[in-house]
């Protein structure tokens, strides 16, 4: 049963810094791995997607990268900005054709200006 | 980009009363919708997975006699609370997978904060 962990949990950092979420899942056989962000009391903005054949995704100032025989995936946040602060949440999806969304329990991210 | 909406954003009723929530595919059509629901500081909880035309499918410990689910056509899904107690208080998230290039990617609704008095 796949199973998605993130960590930290919660993260608190000066405006500017750059910073790196970490997501890990047990099952390595993926279709596909997704970051978001969830702002408090919305819903989901999809951040990055990376294909099971893919090692990393850029856009803008986030990076995302994906290990899938060590079942890590890491989200790379450059000279992060106040407006970074949001929950973010990685979710798998699994191969085959149970194709759901395995979600992780976010990190909720705090950047101080 | 693909949009997904949800009507209302929030709801406030009484205990015993049914709600339901709209979820439409505003630029695309959605073969596939999911509910999904969040409580606090918690993640996302998939509750079922619809397809245009046909029953939906619940997840296991979701009551589909309390949880109604129609997908009448390729842009709306509603999710009927039926008799809701304060328990069922919580952020509702739909979301929805498009054909052939944005079959691969789910796109979600804004959320509908339900809160049962």
């Known amino acids: 049963k796949q199973e998605v962990t993130q960590i930290p949990a919660a993260l608190s950092v000066p405006e500017g810094e750059n910073l790196v979420l970490n997501c890990s899942f047990t099952d390595s056989a993926i279709y596909n791995l997704q970051w978001f962000r969830q702002d408090p009391g919305k819903g989901l903005t999809s951040l990055l997607l990376?294909?099971?054949s893919q090692r990393e995704q850029t856009s803008g100032r986030l990076n995302a990268s994906l290990d899938k025989s060590s079942g890590r995936s890491t989200l790379y946040i450059a000279a992060s900005q106040p407006g970074d602060s949001a929950t973010y949440l990685c979710a798998v999806r699994n191969a085959g054709n149970n194709r759901k969304l395995i979600w992780g329990l976010g990190t909720s991210l705090a950047v101080n200006p | 980009g693909a949009v997904v909406s949800q009507h209302p954003s929030w709801v406030i009723c009484k205990s015993g009363t049914s709600v339901k929530i709209e979820c439409r595919s505003l630029d695309f059509q959605a073969t596939t919708m999911f509910w999904y629901r969040q409580f606090p500081k918690q993640s996302l909880m998939l509750m079922a997975t619809?397809?245009?035309?046909?029953?939906?499918?619940?997840e296991q410990g979701v009551e589909k006699d309390k949880f109604l689910i129609n997908h009448a056509s390729l842009t709306l899904s509603t999710l009927t609370v039926t008799s809701a107690h304060p328990e069922d208080s919580s952020f509702y998230i739909c979301?929805?997978?498009?054909?052939?290039?944005?079959?691969?990617?789910?796109?979600f609704g804004p959320g509908t904060r339900l809160t049962v008095l």
């Open positions: 979301s929805a997978r498009g054909t052939g290039l944005l079959t691969d990617t789910q796109y």
């Open positions: 619809s397809n245009e035309g046909s029953k939906a499918t619940y």
């Open positions: 990376i294909q099971s």
